[in-house]
């Protein structure tokens, strides 16, 4: 199924039929990425005295099951300026539009002087120095497949200068995505000055934009231009399990062609 799509003067074609998942599967009552000392996902079996078991393996007519979860610390997962206010913000209220352009870079995080490793302004300077993204998503170097399991708990993994913030909402970059179980430092004093830097809470809140942590792009992926569709649960709560999913876009050109593949305002 092709999709044609137009962003100001320029056309492009989607083939939705080869959708790249950099989302991170929740593994009930089983191992997965796991960060902030959350516990694992679990799954219960609903069970009604001897009238009801919600387990098709011990006899039930059907599966019903209790899920516990905790968004920030089980997987990929989407929030809103809400995880750092007290207004009740919602990732539902705030996330309204779903496919965004965007553009995915691969960045091999700084070493400081204090033996942290963080990604620099600097590094998304050139990432974003032209033709700047609805959405900007960071696979960090190196790229291994343990980072699907990965337990980062007190282990002071990479994350982004703060600064990175401040820059990202100047060149109005809505939406953030990275491989990291935070985009602030695991241990900052609460000061989570990356968080309201990108959000610019709260002095000029934007309130649409979103940060995705605990992705994984695998290698096959290249870096590039892509439709990316952010999928979250109807969720009232500051942040959701998500789902984003790419889409390899290829420019179109030619006048009657880009009569063709002219896409509806969306408002």
């Known amino acids: 199924m092709l999709l044609n799509l137009q962003r100001g003067n ?4 989607v083939d939705a039929a080869q959708p790249l998942d950099i989302s991170l599967p929740l593994h009930v009552n089983g191992k997965n990425v796991n960060c902030y000392y959350a516990e694992e996902p679990t ?5 009604f005295g001897s009238s009801f078991v919600g387990s098709v393996a011990e006899g039930g007519s059907c599966n019903y099951q209790r899920l516990h979860l905790t968004p920030h610390g089980n997987g990929t997962h989407t ?3 809400g995880h750092i206010s007290a207004d009740g913000a919602t990732i539902h209220d705030c996330l309204c539009q779903f496919l965004f352009f965007a553009r995915l870079v691969s960045v091999q995080p700084e070493k400081l002087p204090n033996g942290d490793f963080c990604i620099m302004p600097e590094q998304l300077m050139l990432a974003i120095s032209e033709n700047v993204p609805d959405a900007l998503i ?3 170097l190196p ?3 343990d980072k699907k399991t990965r337990q980062y708990s007190g282990t002071n993994p990479p994350y982004f200068h703060p600064d990175c913030g401040i820059l990202l909402a100047e060149k109005g970059v809505k939406h953030l995505l990275c491989d990291l179980p935070s985009v602030d430092k695991e241990e900052d004093g609460g ?5 309201r830097n990108f959000w610019q809470y709260s002095w000029a809140t934007r309130r649409e934009s979103t940060i995705t942590e605990l992705i994984y792009a695998p290698n096959h992926i290249l870096d590039g231009e892509y439709l990316l569709q952010l999928n979250i649960i109807s969720l009232m709560m500051d942040a959701s399990p998500s789902k984003p999913v790419l889409y390899q876009i290829k420019p179109l050109s030619g006048s009657a062609t880009a009569d063709r593949a002219k896409f509806p305002d969306s408002g």
Do not use: G, S
């Not at 799954?43 to 069970?47: C, F, K, L, P």
């Open 10 to 13: 320029a056309y492009f074609q």
């Open 138 to 140: 960071i696979r960090t």
């Open 143 to 145: 790229n291994n497949e």
């Open 79 to 81: 929030e809103c300026y």
């Open 191 to 195: 000061k989570l000055l990356m968080h």
């Open 43 to 47: 799954a219960d079996v609903i069970r």
